[in-house]
């Protein structure tokens, strides 16, 4: 890459900036590389963070199980990665492995409809009828909730 035409991320405009990106539209709206740009900080002078991003996908053929079967050493040999660099990609990657393992909290805190939502869609996401489940107002932790009806697969009538 001709490091005269490169332009560093501060050099982009606000909205196109991984870390601003983020914070306005959400972790799912950036590609595997903005990510991994956000982890790995800052490029270099003739690399951005993006570029070395994408030459990391590249490198594990932008597929993310096979990131996570990378060895140490693998990592590091990318041009522009440095030991920091690959610590903290192989730390996100372990981190991703213990959360696929972890136990969901038992009782979640039902304080934010997003709260609700992200409890209730594997529940919810796969009926192949209309339902009507409430929890209770006052139940601030999530149990099990209450179903008050169970549509049919074509035609639902429910007066709440």
């Not at 903005?34 to 053929?61: H, P, W």
């Amino acid at each position: 890459m001709n490091t005269a035409l490169r332009m560093s991320i501060k050099q982009w405009a606000p909205e196109d900036r991984p870390t601003e990106r983020l914070q306005r539209l959400g972790a799912e709206s950036l590609t595997d590389a903005e990510l991994l740009a956000i982890l790995i900080g800052s490029g270099t002078q003739q690399y951005s963070a993006v570029d070395i991003g994408n030459q990391v996908m590249s490198r594990f053929n932008h597929n993310l199980n096979t990131l996570g079967k990378a060895r140490f050493d693998e990592i590091l040999d990318i041009e522009g990665v440095g030991t920091q660099t690959a610590c903290k990609i192989l730390a996100a990657v372990e981190l991703g492995k213990r959360r696929q393992i972890a136990t969901p909290e038992l009782h979640p805190e039902m304080s934010t409809a997003t709260r609700i939502y992200n409890h209730m869609l594997p529940k919810m996401q796969d009926l192949a009828t209309e339902e009507k489940s409430e929890l209770p107002p006052y139940q601030v932790r999530a149990h099990q909730p209450r179903r008050y009806y169970r549509g049919e697969r074509r035609h639902t009538d429910y007066d709440a």
